[in-house]
Each structure stands twice: as C-alpha cells, then as structure tokens.
C-alpha cells in the first residue's frame, strides 16, 4: 500500500519532467511563448494545481479547457471531443482521400 502523498509526489514529479521536455523543446525550436498560450486537456488537465505548475514552465496564457457540452464536461473528453469535431468538419473529399490511405 502506498500513501496518498507518495503517490501524489510521484505523480508531480512525472508532470514536472513532462512540463520541463516540453518547455526545452519550445526554447530549442524557438518558440518559448506560443501565442495561443499553453492549453492543458486530457485527464491530468483536471488534476488540482495542474494549471499553477503549468505556469511555472510555460509563459504566456495557461489554461485548461473543459468542453461546455452537457454530458462531457470534463478535461478528459477533449481530446475525443475534439476528434469528433474535427471528423464532422472534413469534407467528402477529405473522408475520400483518408479512407485511400493519402495519395500515394
């Protein structure tokens, strides 16, 4: 059995790591504020202080986005949620060439 704050300590330590790849990636390429600011989703977006650690690594605007649609209003559908829109939005011609495998 492990305690509560050992596990949260391990969870930390692993987001930090995450967060440090991330931010000397933006650095190498040159890009450390995106202009659009850093948006967190997924399941650990939804994770309590996730948003303040954030902002220790990335400057700019740091948010969490949670989908406004009834029934999935959580951190962790966005990445589905947006899939969905993005597969609605494509046209024919779009779905056609995908389901070729490209154009090759």
Sequence with gaps: QYSEK??????EA???QIFDRIA???????APE???????????????????????YFSGNVKVF????MGIRHPRFAVSYALGLY?????GIDRLIGSRGGFW
Excluded: H, M
Aim: aromatic content about 2%; charged content about 25%.
């Design 6 to 11: 050992y596990v949260s300590e391990v969870i």
């Design 14 to 16: 692993r987001i930090r």
């Design 24 to 30: 000397r990636q933006l650095d190498r390429i040159n």
């Design 34 to 56: 995106l202009p659009g600011g850093v948006i967190l989703i997924g399941g650990v977006a939804a994770l309590p202080g996730i948003k303040e650690l954030a902002k220790q």
């Design 66 to 69: 949670v989908p406004d649609q």
């Design 87 to 91: 597969e609605d939005r494509l046209s």
